[in-house]
């Protein structure tokens, strides 16, 4: 089961249960900040200065450093470790595949925002399982 939920300042994540796990993953980064079989402890860090702002990094979990990692080469006034960590991704495909194995696809596609930091067409997708 996949739900969309909101955090009550307006910061949109997804929460995925099925019969082994719980996982939530933020719509802003594609950042994957829980994960947790049922009956053990959760598996990824995550910061308590991880606020879930629009427009800032989360702190800890699974974060995609794109289209650089760490400062950028040429010009430090770039954000560090890409933008993709603060745009929105889209949610492509859920594909349950049985009870205990869910996959989620992500995409993030150039735009007005991302054409001031970086002058590329791009059109990128990655998936959860």
Not at 35 to 40: I, L, S, T
Not at 96 to 114: F, G, H, I, N, R
């Amino acid at each position: 089961m996949i739900q969309e939920k909101t955090f009550p300042n307006g910061f949109k994540y997804l929460e995925i249960e099925n019969s082994s796990a719980t996982a939530k993953v933020a719509l802003q980064g594609g950042h994957l900040f829980h994960y947790q079989v049922h009956g053990q402890e959760p598996l990824l860090w995550l910061s308590e200065k991880s606020y879930f702002e629009t427009g800032k990094a989360i702190r800890g979990g699974v974060p995609i450093c794109w289209p650089w990692f760490g400062k950028h080469s040429s010009n430090s006034a770039l954000p560090q470790h890409g933008f993709a960590r603060t745009s929105e991704f889209t949610l492509l495909e859920v594909n349950e595949k049985d009870t205990s194995c869910t996959e989620l696809t992500l995409q993030l596609e150039s735009s007005a925002a991302s054409f001031a930091l970086w002058h590329i067409t791009f059109n990128c997708s990655y998936t959860l399982a």
